[in-house]
C-alpha cells in the first residue's frame, strides 16, 4: 500500500467514528471525548485531572472542559483529595454507573462496525498493527518533545 495513502485513511477512521458515537451518545447530551473521559474516570476511581490527561494523551485543558461537562451533567463529582490538598479527585456518581453498561455496548457495537468485514484474525492483526502504529508515533514524539526542550529544533532557522 502507498504509505501516503495512511493518513487520510486513518484520519477518516476517527471522523466517522467520532460521528457515530456523536450519535449514539447523544441522547446523553456527552461527546466521544467526555464519554472516554468519563469511562476511565470509571476505571480507576478517585483519579485526578493530570493523572487523566496522562493516561488519555491528552492535554489537561481538554481534559478540564470534559471534566467540566460531566459534573455539570451529574455524571462525576469532585471530591478534596485526602493526599493532596492542591488536588481534587474525581469520582463516578449513581448516574453515570446507571449508564455504565449502556455505554459500553454503544462502545463495543462501533468496535463490531468497524472490523464487520473482518475475520478474528484480521481483527487480531488489525488491532496489533494500529497499537504498533500508536506506539511508533508516541516514541516518535517523546524524543522529539525531548530534542526540543533541551534544543531547538533543527528545522527551524533562527530569525
Known amino acids: 500500500m502507498n504509505q501516503s495513502n495512511l493518513l487520510p485513511l486513518i484520519r477518516n477512521l476517527g471522523q466517522r467514528t467520532q460521528e457515530f458515537l ?3 451518545f447523544e441522547f446523553l447530551g456527552l461527546g466521544p471525548g467526555q464519554i472516554k473521559t468519563l469511562t476511565q474516570i470509571m476505571a480507576f476511581p478517585g483519579t485526578h485531572q493530570g493523572e487523566l490527561a496522562r493516561q488519555l494523551k491528552m492535554d489537561k485543558s481538554t481534559i478540564s472542559r470534559a471534566i467540566r461537562v460531566l459534573v455539570g451533567a451529574g455524571f462525576v463529582e469532585k471530591r478534596a483529595n ?23 455496548s ?10 464487520t468485514s473482518l475475520t478474528e484474525e484480521e481483527t487480531a492483526q488489525f488491532q496489533k498493527h494500529l497499537k504498533q502504529a500508536s506506539d511508533n508515533l508516541e516514541r ?6 525531548a530534542l526540543l526542550a533541551t534544543e ?8
Not at 493532596?84 to 469520582?91: G, N, V
Not at 531547538?152 to 530569525?159: C, G, K, Q, T, V
Open 152 to 159: 531547538a529544533h533543527p528545522s527551524i532557522e533562527r530569525i
Open 82 to 104: 485526602r493526599h493532596d490538598q492542591k488536588t481534587q479527585s474525581l469520582w463516578a456518581t449513581k448516574l453515570a454507573t446507571a449508564f455504565a453498561q449502556q455505554m459500553n
Open 106 to 115: 454503544i462502545v463495543e457495537d462501533a468496535e463490531s462496525v468497524i472490523v
Open 140 to 145: 516518535h514524539l517523546i524524543k522529539r518533545r
Open 22 to 24: 456523536g450519535h449514539e
